[in-house]
């Protein structure tokens, strides 16, 4: 059985009891996290559900081992003939998590309906009609024409 899961804007394989390094969480050390962003989930009979764009009630519950960061990944820029030479280093975060459990969540079921208050044969109050509005009296001026440019004199359009 395993899932394809989406952590931290990345997809991982995950299966029961399995660590895996993803991308820092804010978590603590030893607290349970759950992901609900499962793309394609498979049992162990073989059977695939695949999510359009997620599959419906599942979810992926892990707790976090460990922080930690990841060897220095070195960022080197070169323009040739140029004299330009630049180096940098890095060192990502990642947290280190380890699958508890890959399960089915019942959805919720919704409230039982409230029954409907019978109608009886006293007609609603009439609505009272809102008073319209007049028309302004005073008009807006209208802009002046705009004047022709003297340069233009001359030629007609």
């Known amino acids: 059985m395993y899932a394809i899961v989406e952590i931290a804007g990345k997809q991982f394989r995950v299966e029961k009891?399995?660590?895996?390094?993803?991308?820092?969480?804010?978590?603590?050390?030893?607290?349970?996290?759950?992901?609900?962003h499962v793309l394609i989930y498979t049992d162990d009979n073989g059977?695939?559900?695949i999510g359009q764009p997620l599959v419906k009630n599942m979810k992926v519950s892990a707790t976090v081992v460990e922080h930690g960061r990841d060897k220095k990944v070195i960022v080197f820029k070169k323009k040739r003939r140029k004299g330009y030479q630049k180096k940098n280093g890095h060192r990502q975060g990642f947290s280190l998590i380890k699958i508890d459990d890959i399960a089915v969540v019942k959805p919720a079921k919704k409230a039982a309906a409230k029954p409907k208050a019978e109608k009886t044969d006293v007609a609603p109050e009439a609505k009272k009609a809102a008073?319209?509005?007049?028309?302004a009296k005073t008009a807006?001026?209208?802009?002046?024409?705009?004047k022709a440019d003297p340069k233009d004199e001359g030629k007609e359009a």
Do not use: I, R, Y
């Not at 399995?18 to 603590?28: D, H, R, Y």
């Not at 807006?140 to 705009?146: L, N, R, V």
């Open 17 to 36: 009891d399995k660590n895996l390094k993803v991308p820092s969480l804010q978590a603590e050390s030893g607290s349970k996290v759950e992901f609900d």
């Open 47 to 49: 059977k695939t559900q």
């Open 131 to 135: 008073p319209k509005k007049a028309a």
């Open 140 to 146: 807006k001026p209208k802009a002046a024409p705009k």
